[in-house]
């Protein structure tokens, strides 16, 4: 028969663990970011010399019949601000270990997300801009990168969530969860970009 | 008391084990950093050396541009030239290093893995993914300068794969010694070479993405046709950004720490000024890094009359030396032992420090412009030194490359009892070092002749210049040729030690090595460290630890700073 009592589990003589580094995932996650950050700004600038350049030799830089709307994007602007709320009410609800507010602020950072991606089709869908251009080319290029972040960061988010499904991440450790808000952040901050860059200033 | 009650396999349960991994299913799925970083290692060297074949294939039809004796015309030139000097960086040079990286600085920060053990492995499947899509798209008459537009877009992608790759496995190496540090270890006691190794994996991190962003503008600019692929030479452009200097320095970063580190195991005497060597090691970094990123609004790095270039230029020659200096304190108070790791990395250190005075002979266009401009000297020689548009930045190129491909094989020699158990031979390693070193040398020496003599920069559709043009070609492919034969060679030296009977060979500390790879058995065991290391108090952990340093395992960690 087996007689096991939580005690008995404890040898005698435990040494104390060495304190872990932990972390890990949280430091690799901000290097990435900063790694996508830069790569972005990188994509940004690029844009914005070459707009420079053609506005310097007095043309426009949008072609004749172009028109960039405002209302879809200041609408995903939006979505974008609500889902940093969405992504830090899923943290602190794990770090609380409570399950239900965690799984409901999961599902909605992710429903903004998706609401996110089918806004960017239907603003490309209204466009109308022909690909053979160098600044539908920058558009597109700028647009599809920061879907592809945003692509990233949902299922980063997916992760962080089927994790703390399974129990993996509660109050004693949430690190995947915060690591996973930050690259969303990164995500909303790549928009931003994208926002002021292309959508505001054209 | 507790009792364990263990269940009897039955014989059913053992049928349904599964078989033993075979050799070949270890090393293809392991998340073993060791195992990762010898593949690392293998395929970065093999790869050196068929670049550095490539390249010697180039120069020599650049000794007469215009009339072609391998290749078809300037377009295929372009192709030829472009394809060896992508994959020296990205397929040769980088991946060693990464591969020594991710080998060695879990082994010296005392951590049982790398951050992220199974990245890593992907990141390398990526990587040889990615540079075998960039071989293949030359082949089939993509890449710069190709004519085939589906596959000049396969070698953007593929490019952008190759360096997502690497710009991974920078992530992994940073957060090992961000976060995998054993217990005590502050920042300040890592040792050299992982800080240099962090150093080398910020200064990509924050540098490499923007590569990305241009290949991705330039994989949607081909493909929708926006490119005339007569101009598709135009794009070796994107590859400037890592292989000009002040960015090209990135490379000098961890083979001047490897370079320290190895000076003070050699000669019993480890670096004094710690931190002044660490300071340095970085502003090599921030050098390499700087000029990047102040110009990188319009993604290309290097503007020549830029500011930023002239200061950079001039403090570079200065910051390396400083790391030399530093380094020879060790040389004149230690005891220094005849060893080709200590050769190679001394040499590797001069080289560098050449390859940036040259780089100091491009101020003077930039100088002279703004005196022109500026003053009423009338100071006017342009005609007769400059530099920018020639072979001039081939010259650089050709002495960092070659420093960093010496530092390798001296590093490569250094570590071999932890890589392979087994000791390289260090016949071999010298003769490859001095090969590598004196075709650097040549390499440098014959661009930059031609430079001065007006050669424009490579990829040039036809000999210009001087007279002194061709037969400084011939010298710039001697020395190619020269830094290829030390490549075999490394490669043959490190297959020979890879696979030879290591009976006869020392466990552990095979050269008295005060950092805690030397604590552990050679080759480490899968954890690394068998026992628990102790909390380390000090920049040299094992100094004043016996022999047996294996056994001890970092547990003698209480000693003094040396």
Excluded at chain 1, 66 to 71: C, E, F, M
Excluded at chain 2, 178 to 194: K, N, Q
Excluded at chain 2, 488 to 508: H, K, M, Y
Aim: glycine content about 10%; hydrophobic content about 55%; proline content about 4%.
């Amino acid at each position: 028969m087996t007689d096991i009592s939580p005690f008995d589990a404890i040898p005698e003589e435990a040494v104390a663990p060495i304190p872990a580094r932990p972390r890990v995932l949280l430091t690799g996650t901000v290097l990435a970011a900063a790694a996508v950050a830069i790569a972005y700004a990188g994509l940004v600038g690029h844009y914005a010399a070459r707009r420079s350049e053609v506005r310097a030799g007095g043309e426009t830089w949008l072609p004749d019949g172009v028109v960039i709307p405002l209302t879809q994007p200041n609408y995903m602007m939006f979505t974008m601000v609500l889902s940093i709320i969405s992504i830090l009410w899923a943290v602190h609800a794990v770090k609380l270990n409570d399950r239900t507010n965690a799984y409901s602020a999961f599902g909605l950072t992710l429903v903004f997300g998706v609401s996110q991606i089918f806004q960017t089709y239907f603003l490309v869908s209204i466009l109308d801009m022909a690909p053979e251009t160098e600044q539908a080319t920058l558009i597109y290029t700028l647009i599809g990168v920061q879907i592809a972040v945003l692509g990233a960061a949902m299922a980063f988010v997916a992760a962080a969530a089927i994790r703390t499904m399974i129990g993996g991440y509660s109050s004693r450790d949430y690190e995947g969860v915060a690591a996973a808000a930050i690259f969303w952040i990164l995500a909303v901050g790549v928009y931003t970009a994208l926002w002021y860059a292309v959508y505001i200033t054209k | 008391m507790a009792i364990t009650e263990t269940q009897t396999k039955t014989t059913e349960a053992l049928d349904n084990e599964p078989p033993p991994a075979s050799k070949l299913d270890v090393v293809l799925g392991s998340s073993d950093h060791k195992t990762i970083g010898r593949l690392w290692l293998f395929s970065g060297f093999l790869l050196l050396a068929g670049a550095l074949i490539v390249s010697t294939v180039a120069a020599y039809e650049a000794i007469s541009l215009g009339s072609y004796d391998i290749v078809a015309d300037a377009a295929q030139f372009t192709q030829l030239w472009s394809l060896g000097r992508e994959v020296l960086f990205f397929g040769g040079v980088v991946p060693i290093l990464i591969g020594l990286a991710i080998f060695v600085v879990p082994l010296q920060i005392g951590a049982p893995t790398v951050a992220f053990a199974r990245g890593a492995s992907a990141s390398f499947w990526t990587w040889l993914f990615g540079i075998g899509l960039v071989i293949a798209a030359y082949i089939a008459n993509g890449g710069a300068g190709g004519g085939r537009q589906d596959f000049v877009v396969l070698w953007a992608a593929g490019l952008a794969m190759t360096v997502f790759a690497i710009l991974w496995a920078l992530v992994i190496i940073a957060t090992t010694v961000l976060a995998a540090r054993t217990s005590g270890m502050a920042l300040d006691r890592v040792p050299f070479t992982s800080w240099g190794f962090f150093v080398f994996a910020l200064i990509g991190i924050l540098s490499l993405p923007v590569m990305i962003a241009e290949l991705a503008l330039t994989y949607t600019t081909v493909a929708n046709g926006m490119l005339d692929l007569s101009t598709s030479s135009s794009l070796t452009g994107v590859a400037d950004m890592t292989n000009l200097t002040p960015a090209l320095y990135w490379l000098a970063v961890p083979c001047l720490a490897m370079m320290v580190d190895i000076v003070g195991v050699h000669t019993s005497k480890p670096v004094a000024a710690r931190r002044a060597v660490m300071a340095a090691l970085a502003m090599v970094g921030v050098i390499g890094f700087g000029a990047n990123f102040l110009s990188f609004a319009s993604v290309r790095p290097v503007d020549f009359s830029n500011g930023v270039w002239v200061v950079v230029t001039a403090a570079s020659p200065l910051v390396i030396v400083s790391v030399l200096a530093l380094s020879g304190s060790s040389l004149k108070n230690g005891a220094p032992k005849a060893n080709a790791a200590l050769g190679a990395s001394l040499a590797s250190g001069l080289v560098f420090v050449l390859g940036a005075g040259v780089a100091i002979a491009g101020l003077v266009e930039p100088i002279t412009l703004f005196l022109d401009d500026k003053t009423t000297l009338n100071v006017d020689i342009r005609d007769t030194l400059v530099l920018h548009g020639t072979t001039f930045h081939d010259a650089i190129r050709g002495l960092i490359i070659g420093a960093a491909i010496v530092s390798l094989i001296g590093a490569v020699h250094h570590w071999s009892p932890k890589l392979w158990g087994n000791t390289s031979n260090g016949l071999l390693t010298a003769l490859s070092a001095l090969s590598a070193a004196a075709g650097a040398l040549l390499w440098g020496a014959g661009s930059l002749i031609a430079g001065i003599d007006d050669q424009a920069a490579y990829p040039a559709s036809e000999l210009s210049g001087g007279t002194s043009v061709e037969g400084a070609n011939v010298v710039a492919l001697i020395g190619i040729a020269l830094v290829a034969v030390g490549a075999v060679i490394a490669l043959v030296n490190t297959v020979r030690s890879a696979f030879a009977d290591a009976s006869g060979e020392p466990e552990g500390d095979r050269w008295a090595g005060l950092t805690l790879e030397w604590a552990t058995a050679s080759p480490p065991s899968f954890a690394n460290f068998d026992s628990q290391l102790a909390v380390v108090t000090s920049a040299t952990p094992l100094a004043g630890v016996g022999a047996n340093k294996t056994e001890a395992n970092g547990g003698a960690t209480e000693s003094e700073e040396a």
